[in-house]
């Protein structure tokens, strides 16, 4: 069964409310969130910069 739970993703001044798949059965050593490009358009993320590099950034959770 899947996991879903709702995100409020914050940079800046853009905000984004979606639903994100929990329990996909991917592992990685550092916490990842993975989006869409339109997401990443909105949040000003896309395209990336030419300098652009991997950060991890605080994630809060509203339990």
Do not use: F
């Not at 069964?1 to 409310?17: K, Y």
């Not at 550092?30 to 989006?35: G, H």
């Not at 997401?39 to 959770?61: C, F, N, Q, T, Y």
Request: net charge positive; glycine share 4%.
């Amino acid at each position: 069964m899947a996991v879903r739970v709702r995100l409020r993703i914050l940079r800046g001044d853009n905000v984004v409310e979606t639903v994100a798949l929990v329990n996909s059965g991917y592992e990685a050593d550092s916490p990842q969130l993975m989006i869409p490009v339109h997401l990443a358009k909105v949040l000003g993320l896309w395209p990336p910069s030419s300098d652009a590099r991997e950060r991890v950034l605080r994630l809060l959770v509203d339990l």
